[in-house]
């Protein structure tokens, strides 16, 4: 079985930029690490203070079950956008590429 080269990036990434993309990559888990727990538990506090507003044992349960799914769906969200904006940088650089050796 032959070995073949890959095909070489036309701009190869500098070193700060690979290093800053990490952070950035690392940033955004972070946020969704965050944000679940942190839209559940902003619901129950809502929930718990309309409990005792409007007299009612049922509205912070409904708190925590209304941030969970908020913040799940802004997690699904931001990973389609993620992914999205990945595959923009990625693949589609070399589309339109009109540039033909003579």
Do not use: C, Y
Not at 48 to 56: A, F, G, P
Not at 60 to 73: E, P
């Amino acid at each position: 079985m032959p070995f073949h080269r890959p095909i070489p990036d036309r701009r190869p990434r500098s070193r700060s930029a690979s290093g800053l993309e990490s952070l950035v990559q690392a940033e955004k888990l972070m946020q969704i690490a965050l944000l679940l727990p942190s839209a559940a538990f902003i619901g129950w506090l809502i929930g718990s203070w309309l409990d005792k507003r409007l007299h009612q044992s049922w509205i912070g349960l409904f708190g925590i079950v209304f941030g969970g799914i908020a913040g799940l769906i802004h997690v699904v969200r931001m990973v389609i956008e993620s992914g999205k904006t990945s595959q923009n940088t990625g693949a589609g650089d070399d589309k339109g590429n009109t540039d033909r050796k003579s």
